[in-house]
Protein backbone atom coordinates (compact mmCIF):
# COMPACT_ATOMS: atom_id res chain seq x y z
CA UNK A 1 0.00 0.00 0.00
CA UNK A 2 1.27 3.69 -0.53
CA UNK A 3 1.37 6.12 1.88
CA UNK A 4 -1.28 7.85 0.20
CA UNK A 5 -3.95 5.06 0.78
CA UNK A 6 -2.04 4.69 4.40
CA UNK A 7 -3.35 7.85 4.84
CA UNK A 8 -6.63 7.74 3.50
CA UNK A 9 -7.26 4.77 5.71
CA UNK A 10 -6.47 6.44 8.79
CA UNK A 11 -8.66 9.57 7.64
CA UNK A 12 -11.45 6.54 7.34
CA UNK A 13 -12.08 6.13 3.88
CA UNK A 14 -13.26 3.38 1.78
CA UNK A 15 -9.52 2.59 -0.21
CA UNK A 16 -10.66 -1.17 -0.67
CA UNK A 17 -13.84 -0.63 -2.58
CA UNK A 18 -12.63 2.60 -4.19
CA UNK A 19 -9.40 1.74 -5.69
CA UNK A 20 -11.63 -1.56 -7.34
CA UNK A 21 -13.68 1.33 -8.91
CA UNK A 22 -10.85 2.93 -10.12
CA UNK A 23 -8.80 -0.08 -11.09
CA UNK A 24 -5.92 0.20 -8.60
CA UNK A 25 -4.87 2.86 -11.02
CA UNK A 26 -3.42 4.93 -8.29
CA UNK A 27 -2.49 8.04 -10.06
CA UNK A 28 -5.99 8.23 -11.48
CA UNK A 29 -7.42 7.89 -8.08
CA UNK A 30 -4.77 10.75 -6.84
CA UNK A 31 -5.88 12.92 -9.87
CA UNK A 32 -9.28 12.83 -9.23
CA UNK A 33 -9.29 13.93 -5.42
CA UNK A 34 -7.05 16.47 -6.28
CA UNK A 35 -9.69 17.76 -8.88
CA UNK A 36 -12.29 17.02 -6.31
CA UNK A 37 -10.62 18.89 -3.68
CA UNK A 38 -11.01 21.78 -6.49
CA UNK A 39 -14.78 21.48 -6.97
CA UNK A 40 -16.81 24.70 -7.46
CA UNK A 41 -19.19 23.11 -6.29
CA UNK A 42 -18.02 23.86 -2.80
CA UNK A 43 -17.77 27.59 -3.61
CA UNK A 44 -20.97 27.32 -4.94
CA UNK A 45 -22.44 25.48 -1.70
CA UNK A 46 -20.75 28.34 0.15
CA UNK A 47 -22.78 30.87 -1.78
CA UNK A 48 -25.75 29.76 -1.55
CA UNK A 49 -25.82 29.49 1.38
CA UNK A 50 -24.57 33.24 2.04
CA UNK A 51 -27.42 33.73 -0.01
CA UNK A 52 -30.02 31.38 1.33
CA UNK A 53 -30.94 30.29 -1.82
CA UNK A 54 -31.15 26.69 -0.13
CA UNK A 55 -32.31 24.92 -3.60
CA UNK A 56 -29.18 26.49 -5.12
CA UNK A 57 -27.72 25.18 -1.62
CA UNK A 58 -29.31 21.19 -1.84
CA UNK A 59 -28.32 21.14 -5.60
CA UNK A 60 -24.19 21.74 -5.16
CA UNK A 61 -24.43 19.76 -1.47
CA UNK A 62 -26.28 16.94 -3.50
CA UNK A 63 -23.12 16.97 -6.07
CA UNK A 64 -20.89 17.23 -3.48
CA UNK A 65 -22.05 14.05 -1.56
CA UNK A 66 -22.31 12.02 -4.98
CA UNK A 67 -18.35 12.86 -5.92
CA UNK A 68 -17.27 12.12 -2.41
CA UNK A 69 -19.08 8.81 -2.31
CA UNK A 70 -17.77 7.75 -5.35
CA UNK A 71 -13.83 8.84 -4.05
CA UNK A 72 -14.91 6.72 -1.49
CA UNK A 73 -14.63 9.47 1.67
CA UNK A 74 -16.77 8.91 3.87
CA UNK A 75 -16.04 11.24 6.81
CA UNK A 76 -16.85 13.92 4.08
CA UNK A 77 -19.27 11.93 2.64
CA UNK A 78 -21.32 11.55 6.23
CA UNK A 79 -20.96 15.60 7.09
CA UNK A 80 -21.97 16.26 3.52
CA UNK A 81 -25.16 13.78 3.67
CA UNK A 82 -26.07 15.27 6.88
CA UNK A 83 -26.53 18.58 5.17
CA UNK A 84 -28.33 17.40 1.86
CA UNK A 85 -30.58 15.75 4.23
CA UNK A 86 -31.35 18.73 6.09
CA UNK A 87 -31.99 20.74 2.99
CA UNK A 88 -34.38 18.41 1.68
CA UNK A 89 -36.15 18.62 4.93
CA UNK A 90 -36.46 22.24 4.89
CA UNK A 91 -34.71 22.21 8.15
CA UNK A 92 -32.70 25.45 7.85
CA UNK A 93 -31.77 26.51 11.50
CA UNK A 94 -28.40 24.54 11.58
CA UNK A 95 -27.43 24.93 7.86
CA UNK A 96 -23.97 27.69 8.67
CA UNK A 97 -22.59 24.46 11.65
CA UNK A 98 -23.01 22.12 8.84
CA UNK A 99 -21.17 23.66 6.30
CA UNK A 100 -18.79 24.70 8.70
CA UNK A 101 -18.25 21.17 9.69
CA UNK A 102 -17.93 20.38 5.87
CA UNK A 103 -15.31 22.93 5.17
CA UNK A 104 -13.46 21.30 8.25
CA UNK A 105 -13.91 17.34 6.90
CA UNK A 106 -12.70 18.91 3.58
CA UNK A 107 -9.33 21.15 5.35
CA UNK A 108 -8.65 17.45 6.48
CA UNK A 109 -8.65 15.43 3.48
CA UNK A 110 -7.05 18.15 1.55
CA UNK A 111 -4.35 18.00 4.33
CA UNK A 112 -3.42 14.21 3.68
CA UNK A 113 -3.53 15.24 0.25
CA UNK A 114 -0.58 17.88 1.08
CA UNK A 115 1.35 15.51 3.14
CA UNK A 116 1.04 13.07 0.11
CA UNK A 117 3.15 15.20 -1.74
Known sequence: M???????????????VTMERFLQDEALYQSC?????????FDE?????QKQDFTA???AAHTLK????????????????TLVEALRAKEF?????????ICLEKERMESILLCHN
Not at 66 to 81: E, K, R
Open 2 to 16: SRLIDLLNVYGADTA
Open 33 to 41: LQSFSADPA
Open 45 to 49: LRRAL
Open 57 to 59: AFN
Open 66 to 81: GVAGNLGLTPLFNTIS
Open 93 to 101: SNVVQQHKA
